[in-house]
C-alpha cells in the first residue's frame, strides 16, 4: 500500500514548526495543496508546534472529524534536530492517548534526499541564469555559499555541511563555504565577512530552508550589507525552496516510507516507539508544552490566524524566564567569536540571550551599536 492507496479512514498530516511571519505560514500550506493535487483523494491536514494556525492538535481534529483512524505524520523540516525528534512526536503522542481506537504513525524529515538535493540545485541555477547544469568548469570563478538554520543539534549542522559539499562538487564551483543562521557559527554576517577573503568576485547566496519569513529577510539583509560594501563582487541570491516540484516529491517519499514502515530505527523500532521509550528513559527534553492544546485558548481560527500567533503578544514584555513558551537547546560554543554573539544588538532570537554569559553581552554591546527599534528582551 501507498499514498494513492490509501483506505477511507486513512489520513496525513504534515506538521512544522510555525512563524510569526505569515508568508511562512501561507507557503507552508502550499505543501498539502501540492499533495492533494498529486492525490486528489487525498485527506491531508497541516499544522504547527508554534506561533501559527492551525495547532497541530487542530489539524488532528480535521482529520478526524472525516473519520480518519489511521493518521500517517510527517515533519515538515529539513533535518532531524529537536522540533522533529522530540517536540512533534510529543504532541503527536499526548493526542493519541487521549483518543482511543486512533493510530499515529509518525516519519523521518525531509533530510538530504536525492529530490531536495535537486531542489535546492535547481533554485541556484536559476539564480545564476541557468536552467540546466552547466558544463564542467563554467563555474569554477564562481563561490558557493549556502545558508543553513543552524541548531544545537551537531549532526543536523553536518548534514548542512554535507549538502554543500555535495552541490559544490555536482554543479562545479570553485569554492563553497556553510554559515548558519541560528545558534551555530559561523553566523551569517561573520561568514559572509570571511569567505570574501577568498578573493572570488562571484558569490551566490543560497538559504536552504523551505519557506519565507523573517530569517530569509535577515539573510538577505546581511547579503545586501555585505554587497553594498565589496561593489566588486557580483552576488546572487537564489530562492529559498517552497513546494518546488522536487519537494513535493520528497514528501510523497516520505509519506510512503511510512505507510510501508521503512521509516523504523534500525529496522526495528518506529519514529514513535523510539520517541515513548526515549521519553520513558528520560532522554526527551521538549521544549514546547505549549504547542499541547489550551481548551481555553481555542479560538475562530477559520477567520483569524492572529489569534494563535505570538504576533499578538508585544515582544517587549518577554523575559529570560521563557514565559512565551519558546525555548532552545543550550549550545556549549554560545560564546564562540563567530558564533550568534556576533547578533547581539541585531535580531538574535530572544531565546538564545540568557546563554550569554554577562561578559559577552557586554564585550559585543561595547563595540557594535545597537539597531533601532531592538526589543527590549533582546538588549540585556
Known sequence: MNINDLPEDAGIIIC????????????????ATGLRARVPSLKVEYGFLEYSAPNIH????????????????????????THAQNDIPSVLTTYQQKHEG???????????????????????????GYEHAPEVGELYDTMLVVVGRGTSVTSANAEVAKLTR???????????????????????GRGLEMALKLGYKKIVVAPY?????????????????????NPEVTFARADYLRDQTHVINTFMERINETILGQSAQGGQLSLMEDFTQRLARGEVDVHHHHAEFQPEAEHDHSHSHDTHSHDTHSHDTHSHDHSHGHSHA???HIGHPNGPRT??????????????????????K???????????????
Not at 16 to 31: P, T
Not at 343 to 364: A, G, K, R, T
Open 166 to 188: 555535495t552541490v559544490c562538487e555536482n554543479l562545479g564551483f570553485g569554492w563553497a563555504e556553510t554559515v548558519y543562521s541560528g545558534v551555530t557559527y559561523p553566523s551569517v
Open 209 to 229: 530552508f523551505l519557506f519565507g519569513g523573517r530569517l530569509i529577510d535577515r539573510i538577505m539583509g546581511y547579503v545586501d550589507k555585505v554587497a553594498s560594501e
Open 16 to 31: 512544522g514548526h510555525g512563524s510569526r511571519a505569515k508568508i511562512s505560514e501561507e507557503e507552508f500550506s502550499l505543501l
Open 366 to 380: 561595547a563595540v557594535k551599536i545597537e539597531l533601532p527599534g531592538t526589543p527590549a528582551c533582546k538588549k540585556s
Open 330 to 332: 543550550p549550545y556549549k
Open 58 to 81: 487542530m489539524a488532528l481534529d480535521r482529520l478526524v472529524a472525516q473519520g480518519v483512524k489511521k493518521i500517517y505524520a510527517v515533519p515538515g523540516m529539513l533535518f532531524a534536530a
Open 102 to 128: 486512533l493510530e499515529i504513525e509518525y516519519g523521518r524529515e525531509l533530510g538530504l534526499h536525492d529530490e531536495m538535493i535537486s531542489a535546492f540545485q535547481m533554485r541556484i541555477l536559476n539564480a545564476l
Open 343 to 364: 547578533m547581539i544588538n541585531e535580531n538574535i532570537c530572544c531565546c538564545f540571550m540568557w546563554q550569554f554569559p554577562q561578559h559577552i553581552i557586554d564585550e559585543e
